[in-house]
């Protein structure tokens, strides 16, 4: 697992229009090429009277899945400067698709590109992006009087307060990276007196919007 990377932030779709044509980005987080393929031709059917669905992908830890398809526009002028759109705010695990409904007027090649591209570019913006930090999750168990305390004093460390479950003891689940984990134990030890029943919990991601 990647320590850190970015990603699309959600399924979503974002549309601008140069020299009449209708550029639709849609963009999709894909783990496998399967399903980066089948987010592919989900677009082509909902978009099936469309001129052109360019794609690119951009899948797996060292971007070992990567592919750019032009649909029909003069070679090399959409799928690769979709990819690399990809590649220029590196990102993983990525697929998009520009559908393009021909306005009348013809772009050029170098035109072509540019839309393309800008299609990806502003789509990413408008979707979103995150970054992904893997954490390691704390649980920390405490006495109820102890809860306004700690809650206080983690919204104003360095470390993210998950959640917070109420039981029979209130249990504090925080993500701390793991380079972190021994410093966060100890800062928590002294906070409550040493009071505190701290455990390691699962590792996963945190997603941060940029």
Known sequence: MLPQYY???Q?????IVIQKSRFICHAKR???EKEAQDFIQK???EHWSANHNCSAYLIGERDQFQKANDDGEPSGTAGVPMLEVLKRKELKDTVVVVTRYFGGIKLGA?????AYSNSVSEGLTNIGIVKRTLMQIMHTKVDYTWLGKLEN????????LKEIHYADNVIVDTFVEESQKDAFTAW???LTNGQADIS???VTYLEEEI
């Open 188 to 190: 928590m030890t002294e």
């Open 200 to 202: 390691a919990g699962e």
């Open 30 to 32: 894909a783990t496998t």
């Open 153 to 160: 004093e983690l919204r104003n460390s360095p470390y993210v």
């Open 43 to 45: 677009i082509k059917k």
């Open 110 to 114: 170098g035109g072509l590109v540019r």
């Open 7 to 9: 990603t699309v932030k």
């Open 11 to 15: 399924s979503g779709a974002h549309e």
